[in-house]
Nanobody, 118 residues
Framework: VQLAESGGDLVQPGGSLRLSCAVS????????MGWYRQAPGKQRELVAA???????NYADSVKARFTISRDSAKNTMYLQMNSLKPEDTAVYYC?????????????WGQGTQVTVSS
């Protein structure tokens, strides 16, 4: 599985961005996907994710502002981010969980920088 993020940028507080994650490789093995972020000096944290059951989870800090979606025809996952705040500044990573037989694997993209600043 290969993941490639795009869409990060510098944006003013209150602005919007849409991140994309293009997925390739053994897509049929993927059972969960999501977005994580890591701010300087902080641990990587979950932002939003699709679970293996098909539901969605959001971090409390982004609920009602961020929306995770996917386009199966394009093999792409998105993160629509609205009402951005300076504390949303971080490198955003696409993650996929995949299973090959009884073994699970975690895959990560290279990350895309989101900076929220005036």
């Amino acid at each position: 599985v290969q993941l490639a993020e795009s869409g990060g940028d510098l944006v003013q507080p209150g602005g919007s961005l849409r991140l994309s994650c293009a997925v390739s490789g053994s897509i049929s093995s993927i059972y969960a996907m999501g977005w994580y972020r890591q701010a300087p000096g902080k641990q990587r944290e979950l932002v939003a994710a699709f679970t293996s059951a098909g539901s969605t989870n959001y971090a409390d800090s982004v609920k009602a502002r961020f929306t995770i979606s996917r386009d199966s025809a394009k093999n792409t996952m998105y993160l629509q981010m609205n009402s951005l705040k300076p504390e949303d500044t971080a490198v955003y990573y696409c993650h996929a969980g995949a299973a090959y037989g009884a073994t699970d694997y975690d895959y990560w993209g290279q990350g895309t920088q989101v900076t929220v600043s005036s």
